[in-house]
Protein backbone atom coordinates (compact mmCIF):
# COMPACT_ATOMS: atom_id res chain seq x y z
CA UNK A 1 0.00 0.00 0.00
CA UNK A 2 1.14 3.39 -0.98
CA UNK A 3 1.38 6.02 1.12
CA UNK A 4 1.22 9.72 0.06
CA UNK A 5 2.19 12.38 2.81
CA UNK A 6 2.16 16.32 1.50
CA UNK A 7 4.64 18.69 3.15
CA UNK A 8 5.27 22.47 2.91
CA UNK A 9 1.75 23.79 2.65
CA UNK A 10 1.90 27.38 4.36
CA UNK A 11 0.70 30.89 4.63
CA UNK A 12 1.99 33.38 2.07
CA UNK A 13 2.14 37.14 0.70
CA UNK A 14 0.70 37.44 -2.95
CA UNK A 15 3.70 36.95 -5.20
CA UNK A 16 5.99 34.90 -3.09
CA UNK A 17 6.92 31.43 -3.45
CA UNK A 18 6.18 27.82 -2.06
CA UNK A 19 7.65 24.47 -2.92
CA UNK A 20 5.02 21.40 -2.32
CA UNK A 21 6.63 18.01 -1.29
CA UNK A 22 4.59 14.77 -1.84
CA UNK A 23 6.19 11.14 -0.84
CA UNK A 24 5.88 9.37 -4.00
CA UNK A 25 7.84 6.32 -5.17
CA UNK A 26 9.64 6.16 -8.41
CA UNK A 27 7.47 3.48 -9.82
CA UNK A 28 4.23 5.34 -9.87
CA UNK A 29 3.26 6.32 -13.13
CA UNK A 30 1.35 8.63 -13.13
CA UNK A 31 1.67 11.37 -10.58
CA UNK A 32 -0.20 14.95 -10.13
CA UNK A 33 -1.51 17.48 -7.76
CA UNK A 34 -4.51 18.83 -7.55
CA UNK A 35 -6.57 21.49 -5.05
CA UNK A 36 -9.49 22.78 -3.88
CA UNK A 37 -10.92 25.80 -2.82
CA UNK A 38 -14.04 26.62 -0.25
CA UNK A 39 -17.07 26.25 -1.70
CA UNK A 40 -15.51 24.98 -5.67
CA UNK A 41 -14.74 21.77 -6.87
CA UNK A 42 -11.48 20.02 -6.77
CA UNK A 43 -9.11 20.47 -9.78
CA UNK A 44 -5.73 18.87 -11.17
CA UNK A 45 -3.50 21.71 -10.95
CA UNK A 46 -0.21 19.78 -12.72
CA UNK A 47 0.30 16.41 -13.80
CA UNK A 48 3.23 14.00 -14.45
CA UNK A 49 3.39 11.55 -17.12
CA UNK A 50 6.45 8.92 -16.20
CA UNK A 51 5.83 6.34 -19.06
CA UNK A 52 6.55 8.69 -22.25
CA UNK A 53 9.45 9.58 -23.89
CA UNK A 54 10.60 12.60 -22.37
CA UNK A 55 13.30 11.87 -19.57
CA UNK A 56 11.82 13.53 -16.98
CA UNK A 57 8.34 12.53 -17.72
CA UNK A 58 5.62 14.78 -19.25
CA UNK A 59 3.97 17.61 -17.75
CA UNK A 60 0.36 19.45 -17.99
CA UNK A 61 -0.52 21.82 -16.24
CA UNK A 62 -3.96 23.96 -16.01
CA UNK A 63 -4.13 27.08 -17.42
CA UNK A 64 -3.91 29.48 -14.69
CA UNK A 65 -0.77 28.49 -13.26
CA UNK A 66 1.00 27.98 -16.29
CA UNK A 67 4.13 29.56 -16.30
CA UNK A 68 4.32 29.58 -12.55
CA UNK A 69 4.07 26.36 -11.10
CA UNK A 70 6.65 23.40 -11.92
CA UNK A 71 5.97 19.73 -11.29
CA UNK A 72 8.80 17.30 -10.88
CA UNK A 73 10.21 14.16 -9.21
CA UNK A 74 12.97 13.49 -7.54
CA UNK A 75 13.97 9.83 -8.03
CA UNK A 76 16.76 9.73 -5.26
CA UNK A 77 14.06 11.24 -2.67
CA UNK A 78 11.00 9.40 -4.04
CA UNK A 79 9.24 12.50 -4.03
CA UNK A 80 7.04 14.88 -5.97
CA UNK A 81 6.91 17.92 -5.87
CA UNK A 82 5.31 21.43 -6.72
CA UNK A 83 7.18 24.66 -7.28
CA UNK A 84 4.78 27.46 -6.90
CA UNK A 85 6.24 31.19 -8.02
CA UNK A 86 4.30 34.19 -8.21
CA UNK A 87 0.99 33.45 -6.20
CA UNK A 88 -2.05 34.73 -6.53
CA UNK A 89 -4.78 35.11 -3.87
CA UNK A 90 -6.71 32.66 -6.51
CA UNK A 91 -4.56 30.04 -5.57
CA UNK A 92 -5.45 29.37 -1.84
CA UNK A 93 -6.66 25.83 -1.43
CA UNK A 94 -5.86 22.43 0.30
CA UNK A 95 -3.38 21.04 -2.21
CA UNK A 96 -3.46 17.19 -2.60
CA UNK A 97 -0.94 14.57 -4.05
CA UNK A 98 -1.94 12.22 -6.20
CA UNK A 99 -0.91 9.02 -7.84
CA UNK A 100 -1.50 5.44 -9.47
CA UNK A 101 0.40 2.78 -10.89
CA UNK A 102 -1.13 2.86 -14.62
CA UNK A 103 -1.10 5.66 -16.70
CA UNK A 104 -3.02 8.99 -16.44
CA UNK A 105 -5.67 9.28 -14.83
CA UNK A 106 -4.79 6.67 -12.89
CA UNK A 107 -5.14 8.29 -9.14
CA UNK A 108 -5.45 5.06 -6.61
CA UNK A 109 -3.40 6.82 -3.95
CA UNK A 110 -4.39 10.33 -2.55
CA UNK A 111 -2.64 12.66 -0.17
CA UNK A 112 -4.48 14.25 2.93
CA UNK A 113 -3.87 17.70 1.72
CA UNK A 114 -1.89 20.26 2.91
CA UNK A 115 -3.07 24.13 3.18
CA UNK A 116 -1.87 26.89 1.35
CA UNK A 117 -2.92 30.36 2.14
CA UNK A 118 -2.17 33.50 -0.39
CA UNK A 119 -2.87 37.26 1.02
CA UNK A 120 -2.91 39.79 -0.88
Known amino acids: QVQLVESGGDSVQAGGSLRLSCSAP?????MAWFRQAPGKEREQVARLEMYGLEMYGRTTYTDSVKGRFTIFHDSDKNTLYLQMNSLKPEDTAVYYC????????????WGQGTQVTVSS
Open 26 to 30: GYLLC
Open 98 to 109: AAGGGRCPDFQY
